[in-house]
């Protein structure tokens, strides 16, 4: 099993960056695929950003390609995202992911083992 939270969520201007931090427990993040995810409110959680096992390979929903990077420093067990050129729609709940497979834009909620908890990222206009 593995647990993980997030952290570095929190208010900017739009235009503005921060970066998001999965802190992983229990196992090494470099065994899982990692993603991702967000939710605003009234909208169902969708993909945002994943990375593969062991790799480097990356994937990302095409309302954030350019802006946003996933990386995964297996050290520190600990996967980022960094969020740059934040726009107001880019608000919403951000959750970590992982699974023994690898998770792409098409995975399916239920086919993902373990979430965070979340964090919640509001831009202004």
């Known amino acids: 099993q593995v647990q993980l939270v997030e952290s570095g969520g929190g208010l900017v201007q739009a235009g503005g960056s921060l970066r998001l931090s999965c802190a992983a427990s229990?196992?090494?993040?470099?065994?899982?695929?990692m993603g991702w995810f967000r939710q605003a409110p009234g909208k169902e959680r969708e993909f945002v950003a994943a990375?593969?096992?062991?790799?480097?390979?990356?994937y990302y929903a095409d309302s954030v390609k350019g802006r946003f990077t996933i990386s995964r420093d297996n050290a520190k067990n600990t996967v980022y995202l960094q969020m740059n050129s934040l726009k107001p729609e880019d608000t919403a709940v951000y959750y970590c992911?992982?699974?023994?497979?690898?998770?792409?834009?098409?995975?399916?909620?239920?086919?993902?083992?373990?979430w965070g908890r979340g964090t919640q990222v509001t831009v202004s206009s």
């Open positions: 992911a992982a699974d023994p497979s690898d998770i792409y834009y098409y995975t399916r909620l239920y086919e993902v083992d373990y």
């Open positions: 229990g196992r090494s993040v470099s065994a899982y695929g």
């Open positions: 990375i593969r096992r062991g790799g480097a390979n990356t």
